[in-house]
C-alpha cells in the first residue's frame, strides 16, 4: 500500500455515512509521520497553552512537539518570544521545564542569551577568527495570542494566526476566554499516534461504553450549528446544567456574560490539527496533544475559570470538584487510547466504517490527508458535511 497515493484514501473521501477510516498505518507508520510533522505541525499554528504560563516578565517555559523544541518566554518589556531551545554554539537545549531568570545560560559551555534570543557573552572566543556574538542570536518561531491561547508557527509563509482561527473567536467571545486564569496544567506522555487521542475526544460514540460508570448519564442533543470559517470545528450540545462535574457536586455559577445557547450547553472545539477546548457553561478545560513520534503523544490539560472565582474561599473545593471529574474520564480516555494504537500495530487490522457519531472522527482525517497529499484544502467542505448529518 503506497501511503502518499490517493486511491489509498478512496473511501475515506467519501461521505460520513459511506466512508471508511484511515489505514492504521497512518496511526504508526514513521514515513507517514515524517510527511504529517512537515505538512501540518511545521506548516500551521499550534497550540502551546495559556499565556499565563509566562505571566510574569523573565518567565519562560519549554514546549517540544514534532521535533520543533521552544522556549517561550516573556522578556522584561512583557512581550512574548517563541525562541528555539537550541544553543548556537553546538546546539544543547539551553532550557529544561520552565522558570524565572533574567537570562538564559547553555548548560554545555556556557553561552548567554537574553530573553528576546540575543546572544550576549560567549566565553573564551576571542581567538575564533571573526566571530561576533551579533551573529548569532537564537533562532525564532512566530508567536501569537488568541484570548490568552499562545499559539506558534515555524513557518514564515503561513497566513496570521487570526486567518487560521477565522471566525471562531467572534464566536466564543462572550465566554470571555481573555479574562480566565489556569487553574491546573496536568501532562500525560502516552503511548499512542496523535491522531488517535484527538479523534477520541471529538467523538461521544465511545461514551456509553468507556465512560459507562462516569460521564454516560448526562444526557444532551447534539445540534448541528453553521461550520464557520476557519481551521477549526465545532460541536455544539444542548443540555442543563453543567457536564464538566460528576453527578451531584457542587461547582461555580454559570459565567455571566452568557445567554441563550451558550448558557446551556457544552461546546467541543478542534482547532487543527491538534488543540481541542471543552467548554461548559461554568468553565474551560482544553487539551494540546504535542507529537512526540509516531506512537507517542505529549498531552496537556489546562482547567481555567473565570478570573474572579479565584477569590471565592471556596475556590480550591470547588475547583477539585472539576479536576476529579478531568482525572477520572481524562485517565479513562488515555487508557483506550493506548489500547486501541496496540491493536493498529496488527499486522492484519484493516479501516472499519463510521458511525455517524464520529463527523469529527472523519473531518480531522480529510482534513490531514489534504495536507499530507498536498491536495486543495476547504475544511469547510467537511464543516458543511458535518452540519447536514
Ligand atoms: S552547546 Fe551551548 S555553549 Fe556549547
Ligand atoms: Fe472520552
Given at each position: ?242 457536564r464538566a462535574l460528576l453527578h451531584g457536586d ?67 473545593a470547588l475547583a477539585d470538584n472539576y479536576f ?66
Amino acid at each position: 500500500m503506497n501511503l502518499f497515493d490517493r486511491e489509498t484514501y478512496r473511501d475515506v473521501r467519501k461521505p460520513l455515512d459511506q466512508a471508511a477510516g484511515l489505514p492504521p498505518r497512518c496511526y504508526t507508520d514513521p514515513s507517514f509521520y515524517q510527511r504529517e510533522v512537515e505538512t501540518i505541525f511545521h506548516r500551521g499554528w499550534i497550540m502551546v497553552g495559556r499565556e499565563d504560563r509566562v505571566a510574569a516578565p523573565g518567565s519562560w517555559c519549554t514546549i517540544r512537539f514534532a521535533n520543533v523544541s521552544l522556549v517561550l518566554t516573556r522578556d522584561a518589556t512583557g512581550k512574548l518570544h517563541a525562541l528555539a531551545n537550541a544553543c548556537r554554539h553546538r546546539g544543547s537545549p539551553i532550557a529544561q521545564g520552565e522558570g524565572q531568570s533574567r537570562n538564559l545560560v547553555c548548560p554545555y559551555h556556557a553561552w548567554s542569551y537574553s530573553l528576546d534570543g540575543k546572544l550576549l557573552a560567549a566565553p573564551a572566543m576571542a581567538d575564533s577568527v571573526g566571530f561576533s556574538t551579533d551573529d548569532y542570536p537564537l533562532h525564532a518561531a512566530r508567536i501569537d495570542t488568541w484570548a490568552g491561547f499562545m499559539f506558534v508557527c515555524v513557518s514564515e509563509d503561513v497566513p496570521p494566526l487570526a486567518s487560521w482561527l477565522g471566525d471562531l473567536p467572534a464566536r466564543l467571545e462572550m465566554y470571555g476566554f481573555g479574562q480566565m486564569r489556569t487553574a491546573r496544567r496536568v501532562t500525560y506522555d502516552l503511548d499512542c499516534n496523535w491522531k488517535v487521542w484527538v479523534e477520541n475526544f471529538m467523538e461521544g460514540y465511545h461514551i456509553p461504553t468507556v465512560h459507562r460508570s462516569t460521564i454516560s448519564r448526562q444526557k444532551a442533543i447534539n445540534i448541528p450549528e453553521d461550520p464557520g470559517r476557519g481551521e477549526y470545528t465545532a460541536i455544539y450540545e444542548r443540555h442543563e446544567g453543567t457536564r464538566a462535574l460528576l453527578h451531584g457536586d457542587p461547582g461555580f455559577p454559570p459565567i455571566e456574560t452568557l445567554s441563550g445557547d451558550s448558557s446551556l450547553g457544552s461546546r467541543f472545539i478542534l482547532v487543527y490539527p491538534a488543540a481541542m477546548l471543552a467548554i461548559a457553561n461554568d468553565t474551560m478545560w482544553c487539551f494540546e496533544a504535542h507529537p512526540q513520534g509516531p506512537e507517542r503523544t505529549h498531552l496537556v490539560l489546562t482547567s481555567c475559570f473565570p478570573a474572579q472565582r479565584f477569590e471565592r474561599p471556596d475556590f480550591q473545593a470547588l475547583a477539585d470538584n472539576y479536576f476529579k471529574r478531568q482525572d477520572i474520564v481524562v485517565r479513562e480516555d488515555n487508557d483506550i487510547s493506548e489500547l486501541q494504537q496496540r491493536g493498529l500495530q496488527s499486522w492484519h487490522v484493516t479501516p472499519g466504517r463510521f458511525c455517524i457519531k464520529e463527523k469529527i472522527v472523519h473531518a480531522l482525517d480529510n482534513w490531514v490527508i489534504d495536507r499530507v497529499l498536498g491536495e486543495q484544502h476547504d475544511s469547510a467542505r467537511y464543516g458543511s458535511e458535518v452540519a447536514s448529518v
